[in-house]
């Protein structure tokens, strides 16, 4: 499935806007990813968030991916 | 037990009231306690050294005379602070940040602290501490640091996200892009192009109450915190790494907080107070005094935007780009990166680019305030939007609407949105009857819109059921504006009991799990959805007690209107059980019952706000006063309106001070001139009218009530609003914010000149 | 450094001694020596109003008054509204209207807001805002405190006036 990468991300990924990826949850994809572009783990250690079908998740690694969802990793916000 | 966050579209009987909230008596009658309310037998008091330079390297301190001084139990500086962060550079930061390593990096960074049986005794030793200084070249303006010949504040910033890696270091520590679609093209495809650059100065959350603790560490290793704060877990967390201490023997409780808006979600002065403590071997109670706050805690960051809007003329944005300079202070933060998240998230711009830097300068390090980075961004977006929407000779709502960002919309940050409440807000402004009020002469309209981001998090939630039947609910999100009541209601709606017998209080972080910060308007939607969920499991209980009672399978028990029920047939002539009978019975039945619950409360809506606001500008001061103002925003779902409308109002109140008076004015020498509340002017009560509000409900799909987080956005469309306002009554557009009266006058000054050589030409 | 002085003074009507540095400023005799702690400190410099007590009948910042001033004197705080065990009628609009978020400027509020009323029991929108332009809040914009003090006020005035009629 395609991942796409908010633009803060893409340096991570050798600038690339989207990568490919097979995962059934939040957690496979990550791990996928820092397998395949190691320099995203300083990103994921800056903080990380998923949204799929725009709803942001920041926490919960077990959330499943349904088949065919928009995915796009992005920062981790907080507020204030 | 799995539980379901999807929203249920119930009818409420308790939520949506208007309850009187718990901690309502203690906070009229002087009794709540804050973080300068608590006293340890033997208690000593902390004052903190700061240093007077905007950036020096610090050759010596000297604290022989000050230990000697009779009544001095401890002084620390950094040499008692060792580096454990294991190269945690966000850690390290921190550390520097709470007392400086060899350099003052700002005006007001501390140096050195002492611990002394009085206050009198603290000061005269701090008199007594001689430090060395050796100054250095500083730079506080944001463009003045990016400039290549701009005194270089860390020498081991290379700028990221830049390709190919500058060289040399710098004061930019980082670049972010982000956008969508083709903006050449876009552009190409204008009838109408406006550029513009804007400015905002740094401001402050202006908490009233200061930073605040108690800090008690024992020879063992225990330790304990009363101090006030957002985040009573995270403050654990931190000063446990910092202090080297076991974070399970770190006890944090947060007293009641007297202000927070952010800039209370990280640590300033408590590492230090622990450390004090822990050198002298007794209690250390540590308050900042007003300067102190503004001159060592975390303010937001001042700004510098260029944007550019294209449009056709029929009213299509067609291309739209950000570039947004954000100071983030001594230390390099991501604020630029955030504005760059929520500067057009209000319209569907299908070709968007927005760039943010980072910058460093010899400034406090920025925290957080209220929907951190978004205000100012809103400032140039909305500005510029009422320019472009006169220039096609369009209405400012009617051109916001054209363009506004439904569900299905491309957000600034990448993923589509869901339902969200943008385009409700602005058809409820377009109908609103202050849109009708009539203007005077210098009186003028402005509308602007605002989002942003709500944030879930970690979260957990006791619930008790005493054997009297009352309900006690223990949360960790510290209350900061009222929640407590909201929480009850929540319990109350789901057990089906009355209101008050249930009793909510904020545990400390010995008593409950990890809870995240209240930040990102989580408090009342993540709290919420655990008070839901440890009510649903209390119901379980209270099912299968009431089933051993009646003597009947647990399955044939339902739960509706606070009591069991036996359902079918055979049960049918069985009397139904009330919670209180039930928990009457509990010492007999099983014991002690409870719920519990411990989620991530992920799938937080976005706030969307659009506000009104009328003015009149004095030619003769460039005094602006606002003459009304209204507040629509889109809830999710209202638990408790007075207190949604409290936080629209409060927020809003904010964005009126930062839009018209409050900055930080710094010095040639780098140093703050107005660290007190009488020249950093907050919005007093005679500034403002009654603020309108209008609540939106279009509930959360991901949250069982449909709750959206509320506490920040507001605090965003101000800027842009009043900006426009002025506009409207005098011609004239301003582009530095605070748009004070020295500078409307020079503006319309400028003005007026600009005129009359036009007319004698 | 300065030597103790001993003060003699009435607190909310209660008599009250201590013994503090002539350089001291009543807040700090306040909370940290006589236990009044719901007069607070956001300033010390008399620009928030959150440490508003009255002394002899007039609204002062503790701040801005030294310890030994208050000798021979009476101070009221926000601890004295309480009367017979009953919320003054301030205590109680200010929690039905949702006044308070934080809480931590209500005290301060509370007493000027008293202080106000006591001098003027009707006050138009205007007066009560510049009455209350003297204390600071961060939290609610001053919306529904203004709205709070304008419902004390009629309530105020409704049983003074029943009282009187007796």
Redesign the interface.
């Known amino acids: 499935m395609q991942v796409s990468l908010n633009g803060a991300l893409r340096s991570g990924a050798g600038g690339a806007a989207s990568i490919e990826i097979e995962a059934a949850t939040i957690r496979e994809l990550l791990t996928k990813v820092v397998e395949r572009y190691p320099d995203m783990s300083e990103y994921l250690d800056r903080g990380i968030a998923v949204a799929i079908d725009g709803v942001v998740f920041r926490d919960d690694w077990n959330q499943s991916i349904p088949q065919g969802a928009e995915v796009f990793l992005m920062p981790r916000i907080e507020g204030g | 037990m799995a539980h379901d966050n999807s929203y249920t579209g119930q009818k409420f009987e308790v939520v949506g009231n ?1 309850f ?2 718990p ?3 203690d ?8 973080g ?2 608590a006293s340890a037998p033997g208690q000593l008091v902390g004052l903190v050294l700061r240093s007077p330079h905007a950036h020096a390297t610090i050759k010596k301190i000297d604290a022989s005379k000050a230990e000697k001084l009779p009544g001095v139990k401890a002084i620390i500086t950094a040499e008692d602070l060792p580096d454990l962060t294991g190269g945690d550079r966000g850690m390290a930061d921190i550390l520097e940040n709470c007392m400086a390593r060899g350099r003052a990096l700002y005006d007001g960074h501390a140096v050195a602290a002492v611990a002394a049986v009085d ?3 603290a000061r ?1 030793a701090l008199k007594l501490i001689k430090v060395s200084y050796k100054k250095l070249p500083h730079v506080t303006d944001v463009d003045k640091a990016m400039k290549p010949n701009a005194p270089v504040i860390h020498d081991w910033i290379i700028t ?2 830049v ?1 190919p890696k500058p060289a040399k270091p710098s004061n930019i520590a980082n670049r ?4 969508h679609g083709d903006v050449e093209t876009g552009f190409a495809e204008a009838d109408v192009i406006i550029e513009r650059s804007y400015k905002t100065e740094q401001t402050h ?6 930073h605040a603790c108690l800090a008690s560490v024992n020879p063992d290793g225990t330790a304990e915190l009363w101090v006030t704060t957002q985040g009573p877990f995270t403050y654990r967390t931190v000063c446990a790494t910092l202090l080297g201490l076991d974070i399970a023997k770190l006890k944090v409780t947060s007293s ?8 209370k ?1 990280h640590v300033w002065t408590e590492p230090v107070a622990l450390a004090l403590s822990r050198k002298a071997n007794r209690p250390v109670k540590l ?1 900042m ?2 300067d102190e706050v503004f001159r060592a805690s975390g303010p937001t960051a001042s700004t510098s935007i260029d944007i550019k809007i294209g449009a056709t003329k029929k009213g299509v944005i067609t291309a739209a780009t950000l570039e947004l300079r954000y100071q983030g202070g001594a230390f390099p933060g ?1 604020w630029a ?2 504005a ?2 929520t500067g057009f998230a209000c319209y569907d711009i299908k070709n968007q680019r927005s760039v943010g830097w980072d910058v460093i300068v010899n400034r406090p390090k920025v ?6 980075s978004a205000p100012m961004a809103a400032y140039a977006v909305e500005s510029t939007m009422d320019i472009v929407a006169q220039e096609i000779g369009m209405d400012a709502v009617d051109f916001r609407l054209k363009n506004v960002a439904k569900e299905g919309a491309q ?1 600034p ?6 339902p969200i409440g943008i385009e409700a807000a602005l058809k409820a402004v377009k109908k609103h009857p202050q849109m009708r009020a009539k203007l005077k002469k210098n009186q003028g309209r402005g509308i602007a819109c605002g989002f ?7 979260t957990c939630v006791d619930l008790n059921v005493g054997t009297d039947g009352t309900v006690s609910l223990a949360v960790g999100t510290v209350d ?3 929640a407590r009541s909201s929480l009850g209601m929540i319990a109350a709606e789901e057990l089906g009991i009355s209101y008050d017998e249930v009793k909510v209080h904020v545990a400390d972080t010995a008593s409950l799990g990890h809870n995240d ?1 209240t ?4 408090g009342t939607f993540s709290s919420g959805m655990a008070a839901i969920f440890a009510a649903r499991d209390a119901i379980e209980v209270l099912k299968g007690r009431a089933a051993k009672m009646l003597d009947v399978p647990v399955d044939a028990i339902v739960w509706e209107n606070g009591q069991a029920k036996a359902v079918g047939k055979q049960h049918g002539n069985l009397p139904k059980l009330s919670l209180k009978e039930i928990a009457a019975k509990s010492p007999n039945t099983g014991g002690p019952i409870a719920g519990h619950n411990e989620v ?1 409360a ?3 809506g976005m706030g969307f706000a659009c506000h009104i606001c009328d003015v009149e500008v004095d030619p003769e001061t460039g005094l602006t006063k606002i003459l009304r103002y209204t507040v629509v925003q889109d809830a999710g779902k209202a638990i408790h309106p ?2 949604v ?2 936080q629209f ?2 927020a ?3 964005g009126i001070g930062w839009a018209l008076n409050e900055e930080y004015v710094y010095g040639d020498d780098g140093r703050l001139q107005n660290p ?3 020249d950093y002017r ?5 500034d ?1 009218p ?2 309108d509000t209008k609540i939106l409900e279009i509930p959360n799909p ?1 949250h069982p009530y449909g709750i959206r987080g509320v ?2 956005t507001s605090i965003v469309p101000p800027l842009g609003a009043i900006g426009n306002a002025i506009a409207d009554a005098t011609g004239v557009r301003m582009n530095h914010v605070p748009m004070s009266p020295i500078r409307v006058l020079e503006a319309l000054d400028q003005a007026a000149t600009l005129e009359d050589q036009v007319s004698a030409g | 450094m300065s030597e103790a002085v001993m003060v003699s003074t009435k607190v909310n009507g209660d008599v009250v001694e201590f013994a503090c540095p002539t350089d001291e400023v009543l807040l700090d005799s306040l909370r940290d020596r006589v236990g009044v702690t719901g007069v607070k400190e956001g300033c010390g410099t008399g620009d928030c109003g959150a440490c508003s007590i009255t002394l002899d009948g007039q609204l002062v910042c503790a701040c801005l008054v030294l310890g030994v001033e208050a000798g021979g004197r009476e101070i009221g705080t926000v601890e004295g509204l309480v009367e017979d065990g009953q919320l003054h009628p301030l205590q109680e609009k200010f929690i039905e209207h949702a006044a308070l978020q934080c809480g931590i400027c209500t005290p301060g509020f509370l007493v000027a807001a008293k202080a106000l009323l006591d001098n003027n029991p009707k006050p138009s929108e205007t007066e009560i805002r510049y009455a209350l332009a003297g204390n600071l809040c961060r939290c609610t914009g001053y919306d529904k405190i203004v709205r709070a003090v304008q419902a004390a006020a009629k309530d105020m005035r409704k049983s003074s006036s029943r009282s009187k009629k007796r």
């Open positions: 208007r009187i909230r901690d309502g008596v906070k009229v009658t002087g009794k709540a306690r804050y300068a309310d206050a009198q005794t005269q990221g996200g390709d972010t892009q982000m956008g959350q202006g908490y009233i109450e200061p009641e907080i007297g202000g927070g808006f952010g800039g979600t308050v005094t007003r991501i990166m955030l760059c998240m925290a957080a305030y209220r929907a951190p957000a940050y990448g993923p589509l949105y869901g942003w981001f709500n944030i879930g998090g970690q900061v504006g009222g910060t930040e990102g308007s989580r991530v992920d799938g937080a007075d207190y409308e409290g109002q409060g809003a109140a904010q007190g509340f009488l907050i919005p007093v009560c005679s403002l009654f603020i991901n506490g920040e």
